[in-house]
């Protein structure tokens, strides 16, 4: 743990941690959103419903993209700052280049990476260090995403 002193005040800053892992099956998401719930109960209930939803759909990726199985895993990992808020979410798939074109679906599906990316003021596919698929989205702790132009 570290800190700065503003004041008379002590700000910590240390970093809460989260690592879980989910059987590939359709309960994953559901899973995932079960765990985050319970996460850090000091976050803004914006920042708690934005993390929600971008754990569930990047589950939601990776239960219908990723390799299947009983034996295989996505692991979710969640890592706080004072600034944001880091997501990782690794499977055992092929990868995947990211979409040029975020429009959202026409059906039921095809509306995950544009929420992510509407709720992210970051988000990303892999960076050659992990085998399998890792996307990664961070949400900043304020609850409003920034766009690069800003």
Known sequence: M???RQSDLWVCLEASDLESSFCVSPDAPAQARQVIDKFDPTLSSRVQESLRLVVSELIS??????????QRRIRLRVETSVDSIMVEVLDEGRGFSPPTDLSPGTNDHGWGLAIVEGLASAWGVGDGQEAGTRVWAEIPMNGSPTSPSS
Do not use: C, M
């Open 2 to 4: 570290s800190g700065t």
């Open 61 to 70: 990726n990776a239960v219908q993209h990723g390799l299947g199985g009983e």
